[in-house]
């Protein structure tokens, strides 16, 4: 079990909680490892200020330097859009945990279902809620939660962070991308 609270006291996990994110080198092994990975986003990604900013940069780098594909929350599409970011596709949230639930689904490009998920940019509540449906409907796939909140339902969290130390790190993520970790 991790070493970490949930940032609401009440999403306990259950016996199999995340593992807390201690060095971002994981996550980058985690996506050479990878043979399908998605970047699912909700509303909060453009809620303006540093956050926004940082989330920004990072999807932007996952998209263009391991060609990972953007999943939207409907509403947010045409802001995504504005701050450069081209989503594959927008679903509603409870939809996107069903798709990725489905075994019969075959993923955004019809190539199959993904293995490796960042999710950022919900509600702790939402995105507690959509954690725990993947983590029952769909156990193989690794959850990695970009948020500065531990989500216990994850594969793998952050800690509960500050924000300055929260963009620290997301920033030492970005910086190992290159060709040479792909």
């Known amino acids: ?54 989330l920004i940069k990072l999807i932007l780098k996952l998209q263009n330097t391991y060609h990972t594909p953007v999943l939207s929350t409907a509403h947010i599409f045409g802001k995504l859009i504005a701050h450069g970011i081209k989503p594959d596709a927008n679903l509603g949230s409870m939809e996107i945990t069903g798709r990725l639930c489905d075994p019969q689904w075959k993923g955004l490009d019809g190539n199959g279902q993904y293995d490796l998920i960042f999710v950022a940019g ?12 993947l983590k029952q409907g769909a156990p193989d796939t690794k959850v990695i939660s970009l948020d500065p909140k531990y989500h216990p339902h994850a594969t793998w969290s952050y800690p509960n962070m500050k924000p300055d130390a929260w963009q620290a790190e997301i920033d030492r993520f970005i910086s190992l991308f290159s060709p040479d970790n792909m």
């Not at 919900?122 to 449906?133: D, I, P």
């Open 1 to 54: 079990m991790a070493d970490q609270d949930p940032w609401i006291r009440s999403e306990m996990g259950g016996t199999k909680q995340a593992h807390v994110i201690s060095k971002p080198e994981i996550m980058v092994a985690m996506l050479k490892k990878s043979r399908r990975s998605l970047v699912i986003i909700g509303n909060e990604t453009i809620s303006g200020g540093k956050r926004t900013e940082t």
């Open 122 to 133: 919900f509600s702790y509540t939402l995105l507690s809620l959509l954690l725990s449906g």
